[in-house]
């Protein structure tokens, strides 16, 4: 073996000072995952979540049993500089998480998002007639793109259905998946690096030259499935597998792929392998249903709105997909509306602290 073939083996193999930004169901999965496989894993949490970490630790309930760590927790970045940050929270929270997160970014840290849907970074090294432009529905000021430079960024596309059952208790009954990939398409030794790190930890990890591609083979799947769960508020087994249903989401499909295959992307699962996969994956609450559930905010910007852009970059009419994210979006402001009355007001002292 050469010597840079053994410092690379070294590399792969070596222990990586990672930092969870954000704390649920995919970040509760990640620290847990990561943190068992021998990484310094650290926590930036926040509400419930963060005293419940600091107490109890972190439990995931998955496919390989229960696992149970205790990562350190905090609101601040607090944890020096990092080898790996993975940004797990929604899209929407993005503007506020990554300008927290910029004191743990060195000159060599990997910053790899993991949320839904078209990511600003998308046209960053992208190559084709849009290279270097935005994705206004996602960052409409700019404040993602100034954050942290893109040069730090890995994408990643995560097949991962996980639950917060509690503050810091998290489960998932499907196998977990990760697909890796640099913006410019090259295999990188960073890229191999955090692919081992993933491995390590038990959750299967593939490094591609084209993570555009699988961007949209998730893309499809959320914005066929998320914005139709919000108005109908149906399982991914109901979506996929009731006539009534299952037709939307194949008109959704149909108009997604042509937009995929105009931004020249490669989708290899055909529509019908697409319907039964997720059928397979039973009676999962798709996220954007949890949050309606729970009165959040809806990530539709990301999931919706940016593929509809995206459409009009090509003049692409998506008729369905259009009013089925409008009818979602009306759902979840009412939903929101209705969570916010239902709240008490606190006395002025109580505001005050």
């Known amino acids: ?9 070294r590399s792969l193999s070596s222990p990586l000072r990672i930092c969870i930004a954000g704390a649920g169901a995919i970040g509760g999965t990640l620290a847990v995952r990561l943190a ?39 609101h601040r970045p607090s944890f020096g500089v990092q080898d790996v940050i993975f940004l797990c929270a929604k899209s ?11 004191p743990l970014v060195g000159e060599d840290t990997v910053v790899i998002p993991t949320n839904n849907g078209v990511p600003w970074w998308y046209f960053h ?29 890995i994408g990643s596309v995560l097949f991962i259905t996980a639950e917060v059952e509690s503050p810091g208790v998290i489960r998932s009954v499907n196998p977990h998946l990760m697909v ?16 081992a790190a993933v491995e390590s930890a038990g959750i299967e990890a593939r490094a591609t030259d084209r993570i555009r591609d699988k961007l949209w083979t998730k ?36 108009e997604t792929l042509l937009v995929a295959s105009s931004h020249g992307a490669r989708v290899d699962i055909d529509p019908l392998t697409f319907l039964q996969l997720g059928e397979a994956m039973g009676a999962f609450r798709t996220s954007m249903l949890q949050d309606l559930e729970r009165g959040r905010p809806l990530e539709l910007a990301a999931i919706g709105d940016a593929v509809l852009e995206m459409a009009e970059r090509y003049a692409i009419a998506m008729p369905i997909t259009r009013a089925i ?25 109580a505001k005050a602290a």
């Open 219 to 254: 893309i499809i799947a959320n914005i066929s499935t998320n914005p139709l769960s919000v108005i109908t508020q149906g399982t991914l087994q109901q979506l996929y597998g009731l006539p009534e249903l299952r037709e939307v989401v194949s008109q959704i499909m149909r």
């Open 125 to 153: 090294r992208e190559g084709g007639r849009f290279d270097g432009q935005t994705v206004s529905a996602v960052d409409p000021e700019g404040v993602l793109a100034g954050a942290v430079p893109l040069a730090h960024i």
């Open 325 to 349: 994210v409008s009818l979602a979006r009306f759902r979840g402001e009412a939903a929101q509306q209705h969570s916010a009355q239902q709240t008490p007001a606190l006395p002025p002292a």
């Open 180 to 195: 890796l990939g640099e913006p410019s398409g090259e295999i990188s030794e960073r890229l191999l690096r955090v692919r």
């Open 92 to 102: 929407q929270d993005m503007a506020g998480l990554l300008p927290q997160v910029a």
């Open 1 to 9: 073996m050469s010597d840079d073939s053994l410092s690379l083996s």
């Open 36 to 74: 068992a496989a021998g990484h310094h894993v650290s926590v930036l949490a926040r509400g419930q979540t963060l005293p419940a970490i600091r107490e109890h630790g972190l439990t995931l309930h998955d496919l390989q049993g229960t696992t149970h760590v205790r990562p350190a927790a905090d």
